[in-house]
Nanobody, 124 residues
């Protein structure tokens, strides 16, 4: 099974930027949907962004225009560039993958593999 490992989390001031990375190993996900989810304390885990193997992207409304998801299929790396960070962006961010297209991309149960998460904290 594919293993996912996130990195790049940390603490940043409001308006700052962070880039998260997720390295996939085991099986290539060049034909798979990959996504970022996030979960704040006491909240449910919500979809942030997803990307098809071919490069098509999807974003949740709170992050549109601020976050950019990308992937390097040759290196099996998924990235999330986060700009203009807000306190509401504070959460544990998880990398996820599934072995099909990104249709119904916000449904958590459709993802087969999850990373352990990387913490992002945005403070004033």
């Amino acid at each position: 099974q594919v293993q996912l490992v996130e990195s790049g989390g940390g603490s940043v001031q409001v308006g700052g930027s962070l880039t998260l990375s997720c390295v996939a190993s085991g099986i290539t996900y060049s034909r798979a949907c990959m996504a970022w989810f996030r979960q704040a304390p006491g909240q449910e885990r919500l979809a942030v962004a997803a990307i098809e193997a071919g490069g098509s992207t999807m974003y949740s409304e709170p992050v549109k225009g601020r976050f950019t998801i990308s992937r390097d299929n040759a290196k099996n790396i998924l990235n999330l560039q986060m700009n203009d960070l807000k306190p509401d962006d504070t959460a544990m961010y998880y990398c996820a993958a599934k072995n099909d297209a990104c249709n119904v991309w916000t449904w958590r149960h459709k993802y087969n593999t999850w990373g352990q998460g990387t913490q992002v904290t945005v403070s004033s």
